[in-house]
């Protein structure tokens, strides 16, 4: 019995004599593979960074847009009724395209292009529309809630924006 308690305390000593360099070795260990997590997890965030590739959109060259810019004054606008008048602006490059497939977009400017309204849009109480057809597009200015008597003021003048976009049609 006494041989056994003394080789406990032996064991203890000797534990406790290697006990300050096995701690140094558990954290030299616990660094290594801490280093090694550490690259790594760098290295697969670089791969992961470098795999990506950079996406640019090239515009078709078939697929444009052309604007117009047009002026209508007073007189270029028909009286239908009290409250509606219209001017009919011919566009050439308006063909059966944009018809069917295209696009066409209006905007009006009555302050010397500082702005635009597109249209459909109501602008001090009138309603301004439009339609198109080949050849032509159609500005309409409606007042819907005047009294009868009251009549549409045609403006002095209005700078009118038309785009013709081409599109790609997808059934």
Not at 21 to 29: Q, R, S, V
Not at 94 to 112: E, H, R, T, W
């Amino acid at each position: 019995m006494l041989f056994a308690l003394s080789r406990i305390i032996q064991l203890q000593i000797s534990v406790a004599h290697l006990s300050y360099p096995l701690n140094k070795l558990i954290l030299h260990i616990n660094f290594y593979f801490m280093k090694k997590t550490i690259l790594f997890l760098c290295s697969i965030l670089m791969m992961g960074m470098y795999s990506c590739t950079k996406t640019e959109y090239v515009p078709d060259p078939q697929l444009s847009s052309r604007t117009y810019v047009r002026e209508i004054v007073a007189n270029n606008w028909k009286r239908e009724s009290n409250a509606l008048i219209y001017c009919d602006i011919p566009l050439n490059d308006l063909k059966d395209y944009y018809i069917l497939q295209g696009s066409v977009s209006v905007a009006l400017s009555f302050d010397d292009e500082v702005s635009y309204e597109v249209l459909p849009a109501t602008i001090d109480a009138v309603s301004y529309s439009i339609n198109y057809t080949t050849g032509f597009v159609t500005i309409y200015a409606d007042d819907p809630l005047s009294d009868d008597g009251v009549v549409t003021p045609i403006p002095a003048s209005v700078i009118v924006k038309i785009v013709l976009s081409d599109s790609e049609f997808i059934d």
